[in-house]
Every structure is written in C-alpha cells, then in structure tokens.
C-alpha cells in the first residue's frame, strides 16, 4: 500500500477528531429567503448538537431588530438608512422577485398554507435551542442601530475579532 495515501486520511480523521463540532454563519443579507435558509441551516446544526453562532453585520441585523424601530443616529444620512430599514423579521423582502412586497406576500402565503414557519418563528427556535446570536458592533454604529433597537435574545454586541476567535475554532463556517 502507498503511504502517501493513507497519510492525507489519517490526517484528516485526526483534525475532524480534534475540532469541535462548531458551527459560524455570518448573516449579511436582509432578504427572507437568505435569512430563512441561515437559520434553517442554524437550527439543523443546533440540533444535531453542534454548537451554533450566527454574527449579523450589515442588511442582516435588519432581521434581529425590533419591528419599525427608528436609527438613534443623530445625522440626516444614518436616519435615512434606519427608514430605509426598518427591521423586523415578519418585514423582511424576497432577495428576487419581490415586486413591492406582492411576492413576499405570496411567498409567506404559501409557507403558511405548507405550514412552514416564516422567520420569526425560526429564529424562537434558535433561541430555544442555544443559537448564540451576535450583533455587529461597527455596523450598528455605522447604520444607528443601538442595543435596545435589537430583539431580546441576542446574546453579544461585538465586532469582527470576536466572530473570527468563533470561526477559527468551527467546522463549518458560512456566509450568507
């Protein structure tokens, strides 16, 4: 038998025994369909008993914001982006096909109607099941989202240091 085989497996069983079963998703986008498929994939991993943290940065913090909370931002830029943005998870548009919110409407439709749960309840089952969820420190400055503009449940405001620290240890890691 070739050793030069066998050593590239034996490697691999080794580090796959060594890392911990971890999971990081970084949540940048805002759409329901992104958002709905990181947690999803989330609450798989969760509960196959991995450890799970999700890091929102960006459009993402959008889904873990209270419903219709204003920017705390002081400048007239940052105010727009926070009407822009109003947050909420049941508010999220379609990343295609969105038209103004009828495809979003029709999209929600037929998950109720296939009995589906739509984001607010995927991320009640994050939580239930130990989902770690850690809202980006630079953007919520840059965007003048605060602690209290965020639901409760999220379990760290940290930047991208703390999230790597989290990744280098994971065995999954992923971006969506």
């Not at 939580?127 to 503009?149: E, N, R, S």
Request: with cysteine.
């Amino acid at each position: 038998m070739n050793t030069t085989q066998v050593e590239p497996a034996v490697a691999l069983a080794e580090l796959q025994e060594t890392k911990p079963d971890r999971v990081t998703i970084v949540v940048l986008s805002g759409n329901m369909d992104r958002v709905m498929a990181a947690f999803i994939i989330a609450t798989g991993a969760a509960a196959m008993g991995m450890r799970v943290t999700m890091f929102f940065t960006f459009w993402g913090l959008n889904a873990i914001r209270r419903k219709g909370t204003p920017s705390a931002a002081k400048d007239w830029l940052r105010r727009m982006f926070g009407l822009l943005n109003r947050g909420g998870a049941a508010s999220l548009p379609l990343s295609r096909f969105h038209f103004w919110g009828l495809g979003t409407r029709m999209m929600k439709r037929v998950m109720r109607t296939h009995r589906m749960p739509g984001v607010p309840e995927l991320i009640e089952t994050a939580q239930d099941l130990g989902v770690q969820f850690i809202a980006c420190t630079t953007t919520m400055g840059l965007m003048g989202i605060t602690k209290d503009t965020l639901i409760d449940g999220v379990d760290q405001l940290a930047g991208v240091t703390t999230y790597l620290a989290e990744a280098k240890q994971g065995s999954v890691n992923l971006f969506i």
